[in-house]
């Protein structure tokens, strides 16, 4: 199983959602957070004045998935959430060793 | 909830006499008429069993009182499912828990001796106390019990309590039990107000009835009248104190029956301080006292009743103690109770808002009675006599509250009027009303017919416009129902329940919140705050905000049904067409800002365009935008994250920027004392001849920055102010300098025309005359004037020309042009002919649509109109926009030029001839019309116009 951790623009949520949806992911969390890479808190030449805006609001959505569909949900996020331009975020993928359905006491692929 | 009549009472045997040693007791508790049903039959049992079979063992008698038990619950539930009244069922309960407990005592009593047994009667009492003195018992409430005994048998009763606490424990009983002799209890219920506040209710069980009449004559002497100020704040803070842990907000929407705001506790909490003034608790002896008004008692025993009902319902089903009406629960009890669906509302919605009807009436009327019988400390009082005043004939005015004789109250709250002048001036003096005047504010209310007059319109505006206390103003008038007779709409949303996973509270609560949250943006240093604090009409944004939802609980739309809601309200209000446009605006656009900021890309300029175009001026976008921010507060506690905060301030900078020429304003100081320093430095020798010299220069500097507009100073980058000047300071009447410069990553050329001040009139539509005469596509612009009236133009173009390099000598050609046109040596019609092209300058069909649109806003700027200019860009607009301004005789003191693809916004801020700001609103439309005219013509003829 792999953990799937994205950090995409807060407007491709939708879009993301869906893109999951139609291949046939549907778990995920989604958390509202704010940071900076390469994008660095956009130094905007506002108006003569430059200001710094530290941290740039994103959207952090992760999911679990098995091996098999690691590699199609990571596509799908990458192709719905570019647009070529710097701050389209960044996939995090992380082996994960258990997976428990707290209800049920479901373990493995079979809690997913 | 309907109440049916109890006709299976008499399937029980009521002739059973009350257990043993119930006496008077303290709290008359309601309990209704009907003869008091008692478990005759099964106690009679027990007993029976009890005595023949003595050789049961220590488990089956746990077991034989386990099922006893159950048979008690059983009974409850089936008086339940017969429709029997909430309080008959709890007084029925009352009575078969005493005597159960009464069974269990005896029971272990028999373990004594019959010495000790009679001693222990006759200098000992087992009391009732609490809700179990009370007489009110849920099904699977707690027994509230205290033991009192005489000193002397000290060793008797702490056997005897060592043996019945796990006798109690195992019969199912879950016991808060203490053992006190009456001094004892005294001083323990000083220490703890939790039991003083229980011993309010005391009910012999068994023994020495004595022993609770002393019990309750020390109590009442000691614990309550020697300290009635300490033992009232006590109860209020403990009080206080369970609200916050359980919700301190009524219409929370999943109330705790017995804790949160309005609930069962609210009325105990009422019945505690009346014992303390007047020895009763009772809500009928209170009525017959008058201290509570009729209305007031009945409202509350309907409440009590109501909510008993709704807890026993919750012990039953969940077969355990909960008070919590969770969702779960509101769903089961709605389909439970039949309550058929209506048009755009739920059962579990109209289930909910009759609930919250009886909690908020029961905590209105407990908070007034409550803040009525607070006592004043001797310095308070003092201070109040000492600074009290007369507020006209009748109003006295002390420490934040408003006040009348007694006698003066038939005098001043007879009309609609008559009340809200009394809230009007608590809304000016910034204090709040006395519990007096509500009350009396709320019994005229009642039989007042609804609707404004002429006069509450203008009375009701004007508390909408004072700051800081109309949300307070605004809740007591909702609390008085005084609200639903300016705006009867008010009605359908009291108590409305929105029944899903994102809402906390109802809509009425709701919208009260969201005014206290956006009153209180204005202490915050913040983006929203400062829109806030830079909105001029806070009144229309406060009734937008008032009527924003009101169209919730039907079918349609809310935003649609509010926005025509709106529009009968503002009517009624007797608003002006301008002012009716801007609250109808605000509420039928109430969720697209939130919509577009928190899903949408709001660095994309179309998106920013589009809505821009939507909202027409700088004023409605800043009341939009606080009214988003407050009614995603207003949802309830963390909805509003710095997440969403940053992202709708970024999009209300871009938006304000388009709509306003001018970005949002905060932070603006710091950059002014940065730009100063930095001038100061550049114009300022570093070595001056004389200080003298050096101040004269300072003040100059200082002089011009005051003059020039924020847009100027918050677009130029300070070193490009110092050059400006520099040049400005060394200019000689009648010079016109223009610095063209091309920009190679842009590919577009800057022209920046500073000219004497002869030249300011009309200027600005000669430059762009000649800019559009010699092909240049004008891409922006910023316009401004200094202090002295000299021009600073900056013009943003391609030269469509030249596809790479712009050279110099093109540069300087044009820059000739505009010198002469500014000179007048040369019309923008001679070069048009001179450089007339045939064939070339057909228009594209626009790609965004965006209809052309004029606005005129009067609202944004204090010293000059806003002329806003939403079109289709084509060569030649802005030089037909502004020849069309200069024509209407108007100056522009400031202008920004935008395009954004093909579609223009210009911002103009103009003054007539002598630099007034216009207001006529026949002035305005015609501004407005002619603009729409010539810019249609234009869109007819384009070019030909120029040069026929």
Redesign the interface.
Known sequence: MKKIEAIIRHYKLEEVKNGLNEIGIQGMTVTEVRGFGRQRGHKEVYRGAEYTVDFLPKVKLELVVSEDDAGKAIEKITEVARTGNIGDGKIFVTDLSEVIRIRTGETGGEAL | MRQREVTSLCLFDCAGSTPSGKSASVVAASRGTIALPTIFISYASMRTVSTTMSTETPAERIQRRKQALEKIRERAAKLFAEGAQGMQIASWLSDAMDTYTIDILKGTLEDFTETEQSELEQNSAMIAIGGSGRGEVAPYSDSDLIFIFQPRIADLISRLTKKIVPDFWDAGIKLGQRVHTVRDAATSAIADPHLASSLVYVRTLWGNDDLATQLKTQFYRKVVRARRRIFVEDCIEGRNEERSTHGANGQQLEPDVKKSLGSLRDVHLLQWIAFAHYQTSDIDSLRRRNVLTPDDASRLKRGVEFLTRVRIDLHLHAGKANDTLSKDEQLRIAEALEISHVEGQRPVERFMQEYFSHSMAIAEISQRFVSRHRGRTISSTLKRLVMSHRVNRYFALSEGELDVAPSHLPKICNTLEDILKIYHSAAMYQVSLSPRLIEAIKSTARNLPSGPSPETSRLFMEILGTVGLCSVTVRSMHDTNVLELVIPEWHRVRCLLQFNQYHHFTVDEHTLRCLEICEGFAEEDSPVGAAYRNTHSKQLLHLALILHDAGKGFEEDHSELGCRMALDICQRLKLNQHEIGIVCFLVHKHLKMADLG?????TDPQVVLEFSHEVGSAEKLRMLYVLTAADVSGVGPGVW????A??LA?FYKRLM?TLSGL?PRFHEEE?LREIREHVYDSIVPQEPESEEIANSLRQWVDKQLDGFSSQYL?????P?IARDLDIIRSLEPGDIRVDGRYDQISGTTDYHVIADSQYSRGGFHRISGMLTARHMKILGAEITTSFDGVIVDTFHVIDEDFSGIVPQARIDEVADSIIQGLRQEVTAKELFQKYRRFATEASETPTMGLPTRVEVDTDTSDKSTIVLVFAHNRPGLLYTISRTLFKLDLSIDLARISTHFDQVVDVFYVTDNEGRKITSKEKCQSICDRMMEELEKFEQSTYREFVS
Do not use: E, N, V
Request: charged fraction near 30%.
């Open positions: 928190f899903r949408y890309d709001t994250t710095a997440w969403k940053d992202l970024d920027t970005p950059r918050t677009m130029t980058p300070p490009m």
